[in-house]
């Protein structure tokens, strides 16, 4: 099995700045892309951005200039650092990791998810 942790959410004010970590745990051979999903109250969920085992990144548009991803494969640890935090950006965010697994057969890739972390931007 895999579990996906997530840290870092909390209540900043509006300009301010968080570090979102995801660590994941388990039976893992490799992970692949790893990104940051986020879902506002009444919203689908959305894609924040993501990054490739190679580095490759991606954002919406949403937060370009504004948030970072970054990836940690020796501790299988994504990161979304937020700057210039707006209310608009207040949402619970998720972690999301395509994780291979050896099996007895070959090897499984399969998507895992974090339990999600509440951000509030509010003065």
């Known amino acids: 099995q895999v579990q996906l942790v997530e840290s870092g959410g909390g209540l900043v004010q509006p300009g301010g700045s968080l570090r979102l970590s995801c660590a994941a745990s388990?039976?893992?051979?490799?992970?692949?892309?790893m990104g940051w999903y986020r879902q506002a109250p009444g919203n689908q969920r959305e894609l924040v951005a993501d990054?490739?085992?190679?580095?490759?990144?991606n954002y919406a548009d949403f937060v370009k200039g504004r948030f970072t991803i970054s990836r940690d494969n020796t501790n299988n640890t994504v990161h979304l650092q937020m700057n210039s935090l707006k209310p608009e950006d207040t949402a619970v965010y998720y972690c999301q990791m395509s994780v291979v697994r050896r099996r007895s057969y070959g090897f499984l890739k399969e998507d895992y998810w974090g339990q999600g972390t509440q951000v509030t931007v509010s003065s």
């Open positions: 990054i490739t085992a190679t580095g490759s990144t």
């Open positions: 388990g039976s893992i051979f490799s992970i692949g892309t």
